[in-house]
């Protein structure tokens, strides 16, 4: 997937975009569908499949208060995206100035003159220029006079509900985890570095990796079965995310204990896939509580994750 940082790296005579628009936070079931549905397109046509999108969000220019947490980071949410097989992401910076385009100077100077689109795809509710004035109605007006179709794509249902950003962050507020992969195709995940902790896990018989990560949302406190990814290898594990409160240490912690596992791994990257919720996180009276607790919820989450088959993003598939 070629990627393409900001509108005036746009390259000229890109092969008959088929484009679609959107902030695709999550790259949640219904998003991916949409990408699916624009590669056929593109491949029929013999053309491009082209996802324009922006960074940061918009709403955390316009409205930074009422701006969501979101499900990626930005380097996550490009890969799952490229792991859709579309053929270019276009990542224009969202500014102030650009919020302040008019819907048709947006269509025609940015989408008709820099990627010149055959067709456009969106959802039901997509709205694009300043005040989000631009309506489905208008852009299939420009698109009759500078040519382009536009092809407004259903809701994708599950269960008779519509899959949205939303209602993953509402799963992952509940630590329902199944339910938030139902919506993702996928196991919701974090990723971050490994840094130093308190070393007391060893003591305990149970050592941690403690992460320091740059998502900006996490499931509910609490206890998970998680699969872990490092270097490209995946393992079984336990995870604590909360504040440690039988050591009374306070801020928030994340820290995942790895299933026979004895590499060193400070500093690197991993990865943790969020399975399924154990139990919340609580303070015991002794130690010995503590690790008796561990020792039980090392023991469930193998048997979680022994049914529990891996849901990593779903590769290019028509």
Known sequence: MRIVRGIAQIPQNIPRPVVTLGNFDGVHLGHRSIFQKIRKRARDLGGTSVVFTFEPHPLKVITPEKSPLLLNTPARREQLIEDTGIDMLVLAEFTQSFAEMEPALFVEKILWEKIGPAEIHVGPDYAFGKGRKGTISLLEELGGKLGFTVTVEEPFLLDGQVVSSTRVRDCLARGDMAGAARLLGRHYSIEGEVIGGAGRGHSL???????????????RDGVYAVFVEVEGRWYEGAANLGTNPTFGEGGMNYEVHIFDFH????????????????????????????????RA??????????????????????
Not at 269 to 290: C, G, Y
Not at 298 to 313: D, F, G, S, T, Y
């Open 297 to 318: 919820d090392v023991e469930i989450a193998r048997l979680l994750l022994a049914q529990n088959p891996v849901m990593a993003a779903s590769h290019k598939s028509d």
């Open 263 to 294: 590499d060193a791994i400070y500093q690197k990257q991993v990865r943790i896939h969020f399975v399924e919720r154990i139990r919340e996180e609580r303070k015991f009276d002794t130690v010995d509580q503590l690790v008796q607790q561990i």
């Open 205 to 219: 018989g149970f050592p941690t990796a403690n992460i320091r990560t740059p998502n900006e949302l996490t499931p």
